[in-house]
């Protein structure tokens, strides 16, 4: 697929890296999610230094997991009934408000753990947001042509966050527990004015909707739940995501029962996201090479492996050796995933859709952090580590096996379909 086709505006040759409105977007994205990922490090390691207990560090994890679900459920709503722009803006503005409040407790020692759960919750909640508009703004910022590649760079840009938070969100944590919070401040107000600079409409004609929000919310499972490969995705995302999330908790507790600084946890977060980047500069190539089934079965496969791997290494740095390699093909089959449901999905659905597809996708990560915090309370770690490879394992299964998945592309609705409404 050409980098280079028709601008959506002037019907002129334009790559991605012209396109100024693709890079504001860009942009506004990599600080938000950049923030994200200083917070996902902070909030656990506040709460550590705050109480010292690891089921209180998983609670602030799932409890930021649990409202990122919850605000799905609305923000596909709104998304398609109300200006995507405005959304977004006041959503980084709302987080900057939440960022200068820990800003100002932590600076004045009056930190506390419900405040830190509180600003979690607003933080995570602005993201799921956030990311759900800009995912369904990208169709009119870039050429229909390009919207796969896009997709793939902004993969690239989501483990760029990875490799920079982490390690950004350690070092900062090591020198005062205030400046993770300055850094965000800084980063979503960026954001905020990134998005502010874009005046190109982000959103198509649309038809008049005057169904309720449960009805009109219960839109997008539809659409989804008539697609196979989507429905299938809807059942293997959700495990692979879990397992993750849940390998990614106990493997920050491990480094910090081994008494790594918080600085040596975040460069082992972002030695992990390097897999993440290499695999974003390799997608063009994984696309042209495996099919769409191989790369989603290879990913779930290479995962369980990995996991698996943990189990019997031993404790310290060692534990994030297999990370890189679990994360090389998420890019290419999330911009396989990804790029085929914009493809097929109308643009009045299109908030709706992904909404309920990420609600689908993220639906039980709450569980894993709450779940491994409780664990690593009764087990030893490789024993955590080894629930949540069985995990990996169920879902690679299932993922071999599935028909929607096996068939992918053939009951969909062409891209020319939909892309004019």
Same mark, same amino acid.
Request: with cysteine.
């Given at each position: 697929?050409?980098? =280079?086709?028709?601008?959506?505006?002037?019907?002129?040759?334009?790559?991605?890296?012209?396109?100024?409105?693709?890079?504001?977007?860009?942009?506004?994205?990599?600080?938000?999610?950049?923030?994200?990922?200083?917070?996902?490090?902070?909030?656990?390691?506040?709460?550590?230094?705050?109480?010292?207990?690891?089921?209180?560090?998983?609670?602030?994890?799932?409890?930021?997991?649990?409202?990122?679900?919850?605000?799905?459920?609305?923000?596909?709503?709104?998304?398609?009934?109300?200006?995507?722009? =405005?959304?977004?803006?006041?959503?980084?503005?709302?987080?900057?408000?939440?960022?200068?409040?820990?800003?100002?407790?932590?600076?004045?020692?009056?930190?506390?753990?419900?405040?830190?759960?509180? &600003?979690?919750?607003?933080?995570?909640?602005?993201?799921?947001?956030?990311?759900?508009?800009?995912?369904?703004?990208?169709?009119?910022?870039?050429?229909?042509?390009?919207?796969?590649?896009?997709?793939?760079?902004?993969?690239?840009?989501? @483990?760029?966050?990875?490799?920079?938070?982490?390690?950004?969100?350690?070092?900062? +944590?090591?020198? *005062?527990?205030?400046?993770?919070?300055?850094?965000?401040?800084?980063?979503?107000?960026?954001?905020?004015? *990134?998005?502010?600079?874009?005046?190109?409409? @982000?959103?198509?004609?649309?038809?008049?909707?005057?169904?309720?929000?449960? =009805?009109?919310?219960?839109?997008?499972?539809? +659409?989804?739940?008539?697609?196979?490969?989507?429905?299938? &995705?809807?059942?293997?995302?959700?495990?692979?995501?879990?397992?993750?999330?849940?390998?990614?908790?106990?493997?920050?507790?491990?480094?910090?029962?081994?008494?790594?600084?918080?600085?040596?946890?975040?460069?082992?977060?972002?030695?992990?996201?390097?897999?993440?980047?290499?695999?974003?500069?390799?997608?063009?190539?994984?696309?042209?090479?495996?099919?769409?089934?191989?790369?989603?079965?290879?990913?779930?496969?290479?995962?369980?492996?990995?996991?698996?791997?943990?189990?019997?290494?031993?404790?310290?740095?060692?534990?994030?050796?297999?990370?890189?390699?679990?994360?090389? @093909?998420?890019?290419?089959?999330?911009?396989?995933?990804?790029?085929?449901?914009?493809?097929?999905?109308?643009?009045?659905?299109?908030?709706?859709?992904?909404?309920?597809?990420?609600?689908?996708?993220?639906?039980?990560?709450?569980?894993?952090?709450?779940?491994?915090?409780?664990?690593?309370?009764?087990?030893?770690?490789?024993?955590?580590?080894?629930?949540?490879?069985?995990?990996?394992?169920?879902?690679?299964?299932?993922?071999?096996?599935? =028909?929607?998945?096996?068939?992918?592309?053939?009951?969909?609705?062409?891209?020319?379909?939909?892309?004019?409404?």
């Amino acid at each position: 697929m050409t980098e =280079k086709t028709q601008s959506p505006d002037t019907g002129e040759a334009i790559t991605l890296i012209r396109n100024r409105d693709f890079v504001r977007l860009w942009l506004s994205q990599t600080l938000s999610a950049i923030g994200s990922r200083v917070s996902y490090l902070a909030y656990p390691l506040l709460i550590l230094a705050i109480s010292g207990s690891t089921a209180a560090a998983g609670a602030v994890a799932g409890t930021a997991a649990l409202v990122e679900i919850a605000v799905r459920i609305p923000a596909g709503v709104l998304l398609d009934r109300f200006d995507r722009r =405005k959304l977004m803006l006041w959503t980084e503005a709302a987080r900057v408000a939440a960022m200068i409040t820990a800003l100002t407790a932590a600076a004045l020692d009056w930190i506390s753990v419900p405040l830190v759960f509180a &600003v979690a919750a607003m933080d995570a909640g602005g993201s799921a947001l956030f990311e759900s508009a800009e995912r369904t703004v990208l169709r009119h910022i870039v050429a229909h042509g390009q919207i796969t590649v896009a997709i793939a760079r902004n993969e690239a840009r989501t @483990f760029t966050a990875e490799l920079l938070g982490p390690a950004l969100g350690g070092a900062l +944590f090591g020198l *005062a527990r205030a400046l993770p919070f300055l850094f965000n401040t800084v980063a979503y107000a960026t954001s905020f004015f *990134a998005v502010l600079a874009i005046r190109r409409p @982000f959103r198509g004609n649309r038809p008049e909707q005057h169904e309720g929000i449960a =009805k009109a919310f219960a839109a997008g499972f539809g +659409f989804i739940w008539r697609q196979p490969f989507l429905r299938a &995705v809807a059942m293997v995302e959700p495990l692979l995501n879990m397992a993750f999330t849940g390998t990614l908790f106990v493997i920050i507790v491990v480094l910090h029962d081994a008494d790594i600084p918080a600085f040596g946890i975040g460069v082992a977060m972002a030695a992990m996201a390097v897999g993440g980047i290499l695999g974003a500069v390799a997608s063009p190539w994984i696309q042209r090479l495996l099919s769409p089934r191989l790369r989603i079965v290879l990913l779930a496969w290479t995962s369980a492996l990995m996991a698996a791997t943990c189990v019997v290494l031993p404790s310290g740095y060692w534990v994030v050796a297999p990370m890189p390699i679990l994360v090389f @093909f998420a890019p290419c089959t999330t911009a396989t995933v990804l790029g085929h449901q914009t493809a097929i999905t109308p643009d009045h659905l299109h908030g709706r859709v992904v909404a309920a597809l990420r609600l689908f996708m993220t639906g039980m990560n709450p569980i894993a952090p709450l779940a491994a915090g409780v664990l690593l309370e009764h087990l030893e770690s490789p024993a955590v580590f080894a629930v949540f490879a069985s995990v990996f394992v169920l879902a690679s299964v299932v993922a071999t096996f599935s =028909k929607g998945i096996r068939t992918m592309g053939e009951h969909g609705r062409p891209e020319s379909m939909v892309m004019g409404t």
